[in-house]
């Protein structure tokens, strides 16, 4: 496997990927691609960047991770998608994607980062896989997106590179 920065090419297979994930309402979907379609035009000035995990000899793009500086912050960083394709979960694919982007996070002197992610049971998969990379829930806001689904806040420390 393969992780390494989008390129614009990446893209209809990014759509797939994500129109193949079950948790993800096509409204999800379509703000996914608007942060992919601003990263392929302007990552700079977007704030948006994509890791995609490839696995040439298993058909190509098989996950990827969007990230950006969060506005206003020293060192903070936002982790606004990660997403795996549901016929290669539990392959260590979301981990080796995370793990790039925290290396790269590293290089650059970041602080933490900050998710959010919706209380629904459909996403405990999700919180499990946050809280096994060291993330922690800060925050819970009762009936954020709608009735019934919470929105967690969740932090990571980011260690830089050792100065020694």
Known sequence: MVIRRMQPADRAALEALLNRIENFTREEVQVALELIDAAIRNPVESGYEVLVAEEPRAGGLCGYLCFGPTPLTDGTYDLYWIAVDPDRRGKGIGRHLHEAFVQELGT?????????????????????????????????????????????????????????
């Open 108 to 164: 650059r002197g970041a602080r933490l980062v900050r998710l959010e992610t919706s209380s629904q049971d459909s996403y405990d998969g999700t919180m499990r896989f946050y809280e096994a990379l060291g993330y922690r829930v800060v925050s819970r806001v009762p009936d954020f997106y709608r009735p019934g689904d919470d929105l967690f806040t969740l932090f990571l420390e980011v260690r830089g590179p050792d100065p020694g």
